[in-house]
């Protein structure tokens, strides 16, 4: 049976399901090796993102994605068109379009648990990774179900978060990290200083460059699902998170109001190291890992999973695209439109 009349003829829920009561992600695979994902996906959305809502990520297996301008259309395909990255935290390279490269970190280095751009005051509610080719070793993209993390941590923890929310300041100066211009797109000042007030990030012009405070709350509900997760940058951007290392290194150099960025409570205060590190124990706990496959697409429901990456050696090329704003889909739930959001 040849692999295009077979997935043109057959019902979407014929991909086969593998360990569907928990897995994360949970694999949809292709009847034939090589079948055109173009001609799967349009039939399968509805299979698709009912599953992605429940699991929070779905692996895409043994298909034939057709390059880049094929992950393109099936981002298209399932979620909309593919969305800018702005306000920017690490540096990506475009590939084409709203393609982008995953971040473009020394392949030595992890990548901690985080949810895409949960420090900003919008974000994209799914993600879409496309495995260009694979590591030689290691380099996968753990996965952490959010709701679960919800339920790992302390809930004296939880309530001090929930009650006093958490900010992030960063610090661009010229030497560490992504240059202001990078990370905002301009290098208008009053352009900069515009976007952040239409997105709650207060800003400071210093000696060394640019500094911005932003508030956010630490826990969500999701707007299709209504269920509680931990959903922040509060554990990734705080500076113990970089390690014993490079921690001790930084705050050598720096106060830590000069430090190129770090997290607090919503008031400002310090937030103890011992409670990020536990923080940073119940992510581990519940961390889960695949190996990539070449031609392998992942999609992530941003606020149900966090994401990672491990440490890698060989060329390694994972192409990245993210869709639906947050308010967007909210606005879509508030106006009783939550069934469209399934299909």
């Not at 039939?43 to 993102?49: I, N, Y």
């Not at 200083?193 to 210093?206: K, L, P, S």
């Not at 922040?232 to 150099?253: I, P």
Request: net charge negative; glycine share 6%.
């Amino acid at each position: 049976m040849t692999a295009t009349p077979s997935i043109r003829t057959a019902p979407a829920d014929r991909a086969r399901e593998r360990d569907a009561s928990s897995a994360l992600p949970l694999t949809l695979s292709a009847e034939s090796p090589g079948t055109p994902l173009s001609a799967y996906l349009p039939a399968a959305r509805p299979l698709v993102r009912a599953r992605l809502l429940e699991h929070g990520a779905v692996l895409l297996r043994g298909f034939d994605v057709g390059g880049v301008d094929g992950f393109e259309a099936a981002v298209r395909t399932v979620s909309g068109a593919p969305l800018s990255y702005a306000e920017r935290s690490s540096p990506r390279s475009t590939i084409k379009g709203q393609v982008y490269t995953s971040t473009d970190y020394p392949p030595d280095e992890e990548i901690f648990l985080h949810n895409e751009n949960s420090y900003q005051a919008d974000w994209p509610m799914t993600l879409f990774f496309h495995c260009v080719r694979p590591p030689d070793t290691l380099g996968a993209t753990p996965l952490a179900d959010t709701r679960r993390v919800y339920q790992e941590i302390d809930p004296s923890v939880r309530e001090e978060f929930e009650a006093r929310g958490w900010m992030v300041v960063r610090n661009f100066s010229d030497g560490f990290g992504v240059p202001w211009q990078q990370a905002f797109g301009t290098d208008d000042r009053a352009e900069v200083d515009a976007y952040c007030a239409r997105n709650g990030v207060g800003t400071e012009w210093t000696a060394d460059g640019l500094r911005t405070r932003a508030r956010r709350r630490a826990v969500h509900r999701h707007p299709v699902t209504g269920e509680t997760v931990w959903f922040n940058h509060l554990t990734f951007f705080h500076v113990t998170t970089l390690g014993e290392e490079m921690c001790g290194a930084l705050r050598e150099m720096y106060d830590d109001e000069r430090l190129p960025t770090n997290t607090y409570y919503g008031d400002g205060r310090p937030v103890p190291d011992e409670v990020v590190a536990h923080l940073r124990s119940c992510y581990r706990a519940r961390q889960r890992r695949f190996d990539w496959q070449r031609d392998d697409v992942l999609l992530v429901d941003n606020m149900l999973s966090a994401h990672a990456r491990e440490p890698f050696t060989g060329p390694r090329r994972i192409a990245v695209a993210m869709a639906e704003p947050h308010s967007a889909a909210v606005r879509a739930a508030s106006s009783a439109e939550v069934p469209d959001a399934r299909r």
